[in-house]
């Protein structure tokens, strides 16, 4: 079966940081774009970051200069690396995979993890 193992959430103070890391197993992870997603009370899902099996990323333009996703392929995982956090950072974080093969996607998500920053 697809898993996505989220770890490293946590409570940090305005400024710090904190390095999120999701572990994929039952998939060839090569294959896919690797996203993470948060998700604040009252507001919709959005995209933080990705990163495809050609390393090239995309990112909100919120996080853009604190944020750095990477991918280890021989460990199956990806990690967001949060930098300089602010309150607004407040949300529960998603891991994504995803493949697109003509009209048919495939589409996995993490559990979540929680991240808040407060003082």
């Known amino acids: 079966q697809v898993q996505l193992v989220e770890s490293g959430g946590g409570l940090v103070q305005p400024g710090g940081s904190l390095r999120l890391s999701c572990a994929a197993s039952?998939?060839?992870?090569?294959?896919?774009?690797m996203g993470w997603y948060r998700q604040a009370p009252g507001k919709q899902r959005e995209l933080v970051a990705s990163i495809t099996n050609g390393g090239i990323t995309n990112g909100a333009d919120s996080v853009k200069g604190r944020f750095t996703i990477s991918r280890d392929s021989a460990k199956n995982t990806v990690a967001l690396q949060m930098n300089s956090l602010k309150p607004e950072d407040t949300a529960v974080y998603y891991c994504?995979?995803?493949?697109?093969?003509?009209?048919?996607?495939?589409?996995?998500w993490g559990q979540g993890t929680q991240v808040t920053v407060s003082s």
């Open positions: 994504n995979a995803h493949r697109a093969m003509g009209s048919y996607e495939y589409d996995y």
């Open positions: 039952g998939i060839i992870f090569n294959l896919y774009t």
